[in-house]
């Protein structure tokens, strides 16, 4: 049973346009969320994080959104570069519980000059 | 320079062989893992370490064993009764569990 889930496989954006990844998860003691940028045949990159006790967090072209309640996070792009085409992991953790990440599927985003 | 080196990058190996990756890290992180990439699968826990001499299975243990006798190193042995071994590995590690998990540049593993 997956307890964290990126329901879009792929989603494809325009240059300088707004990339929003979309995430779910159903277990509500994760207190931990991450997003990590994969290109093929390297290693994830981590991105940017945000913890249960927060609802936002911004780091350049980067921002994560969390709603707790909706047990959903999103990571927005703004503005979307060529560079940026590669696959984003969503992940969760508890903190204080000691196990590892776990992570969602991976959606594939493609940005076109 | 801090980070987490992986070797080698590709490693062919013939059926019914062990195989050994390496992973070694520099960042003094107390927790390592080993994770599995397939297409279409997102990144699967094979084994991970809290401390040194310690290790717990993850999600797909079969077939693979470590050993954590170093604080800096984490390899893994894919042995002959993992059925599929073909895939892409990756090594990570973090200041502890349940933290910000930085990861290696992976081996690709294919078996002939």
């Known amino acids: 049973d997956q307890q964290v889930k990126q329901n879009s496989p792929s989603l494809s954006v325009q240059e300088g346009r707004i990339s929003i990844l979309n995430c779910d998860y159903t277990n509500s003691m994760f207190d931990y969320f991450l997003w990590y940028k994969k290109y093929p045949a390297e290693g994830p990159t981590f991105l940017i994080s945000i913890s249960s006790i927060k609802d936002k967090n911004e780091d350049g072209r980067f921002t994560v959104f969390l709603n707790k309640s909706a047990k959903h996070l999103s990571l927005h792009i703004v503005p979307s570069q060529p560079g940026d085409s590669a696959v984003y992991f969503c992940a969760a953790s508890f903190n204080q519980a000691g196990t590892a990440l776990i992570f969602g599927k991976g959606t594939t985003l493609s940005v076109s000059s | 320079d801090g980070g987490i080196t992986q070797s080698p990058k590709y490693l062919f190996r013939k059926e019914g062989q062990n195989v050994t990756l390496s992973c070694e890290q520099n960042?003094?992180?107390?927790?390592m893992y080993w994770y599995r990439q397939d297409p279409g699968q997102g990144l699967r826990l094979i084994y991970y370490s809290q401390i040194v001499n310690d290790f717990q299975k993850g999600d797909i243990a079969e077939g693979y064993s470590v050993s954590r006798e170093k604080k800096e190193s984490f390899p893994l042995t894919v042995t002959s009764a993992q059925k599929n071994p073909t895939a892409f590995y990756l090594c990570?590690?973090?200041?502890?569990?349940?933290?910000?998990?930085?990861f290696g540049p992976g081996t690709r593993l294919t078996v002939l």
């Open positions: 990570a590690s973090s200041i502890r569990q349940g933290y910000t998990q930085y």
């Open positions: 960042l003094n992180h107390d927790a």
